[in-house]
């Protein structure tokens, strides 16, 4: 099969033939047919993240086609229009059964782990569990960020943070996934501003639901502002990024009691940032949440707010390419001047 093949960290992915990914006895082979990029595959390709190793193949906003089924899968037929979120679970251990496979200690990451989805096919192990089906209504492009940008939002704003209708919701960084947090929120009634450092991201962060736009390179005082525009700070504040200055904009933006999410992946320098324990954490009653991917059983829910009307992930998608198009897709991520969300949908050339 055809792939992007990853054999040194910050250069540009070969084009190439790897051999076909082997079907898992509990798991299927899907032909994918679009994958989404990712500010944490840009991660991966720039060397930062620890879990990959080379030669690699990135990708791990796939969807696409069922085209061979293992032995013990009993759940999927070749045919099937399927996707699944990035961690893939174990299955049996504690936290998988108790319905938290994000947490699972023998988890699977596609396209960090294991190799992604920038190629023609992926092998998904214990598919009886990780698998989704998608829905009719629900293409494969709209389908590519489903496993990681906006399931990942929706875990942070509805099931950490349980957003309700009414709050206030601040997102920083209007990327993909903060674009999908605003989405959601808006969607469930909060009150949303957004901030980043692009206009055009703010444009599209407005076009998404945001009641507020902040330019954080306007404001030597964001916190200030934004206290300030929402009657005492917001209800829950998202980092969206995950470096320093977005994680103490989000704190400073709370009212008291108020609820951080860490969305972003903080990572290099930005891992271990210094937090206000004294200022925020314990004289506000602020709390933090930390958030990564979702479990394959909480993505009905995200399926019901599309087919409802109430949001719809491909108003994301500002580019469609072919899977060569990989590199100026990751070279393009290096400044943060791209809004929106790029997805391949041409795995062939
Ligand atoms: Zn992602
Ligand atoms: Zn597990």
Sequence with gaps: MKAALLTAFDTTPEITEVPDPECPRDGVIVAVRACGVCRSD?????????????????GHEFSGDVIAVGPECHGFSVGDRVTAPFILGCGACPDCRGGEPTICNHQH??????????????????ADFNLVVLPEGVGY??????????????????????????EWLAVHGCGGVGLSAIMIGAALGARIVAVDVNHSALDTARAMGANL?????????????????????????VDALGITQTFHNSLKSLRKMGRHVQIGMPLGQHANPPIP????????????????????????SLFEMIAAGRMDPSRLI????????????LEDMNEFTGHGVTVITDMAS
């Excluded at 990451?109 to 998904?124: C, L, Y």
């Excluded at 943070?161 to 009414?166: D, L, M, N, R, V």
């Excluded at 954080?216 to 504040?237: P, Y």
């Excluded at 324990?277 to 009905?300: E, K, N, V």
């Design 277 to 300: 324990l004294l200022d925020m954490i314990y004289s506000r009653q602020i709390t933090l949440h930390g958030t990564r991917g979702i479990g394959a059983h909480r993505f009905a």
């Design 213 to 237: 736009t902040l330019n954080a390179v306007e404001h030597d005082d964001l916190g200030e502002a934004i206290r300030g525009a929402t009657g005492g700070g917001t209800h829950v504040s």
């Design 109 to 126: 990451v596609i396209g960090f782990t294991g190799w992604g989805a920038f190629a023609e096919q992926i092998a998904i192990p214990r």
């Design 141 to 166: 492009a709209a389908a590519a960020g489903m496993g990681c940008r906006v399931t990942t939002a929706f875990r942070g704003v509805v099931d950490r943070a349980k957003i309700q209708p009414g």
């Design 42 to 58: 840009h991660h991966a390709w720039k060397g930062a993240d620890p879990d990959v190793a080379l030669p690699h193949v990135m």
């Design 318 to 329: 500002t580019k469609e390419i072919a899977l060569s198009g990989v590199a100026k897709a």
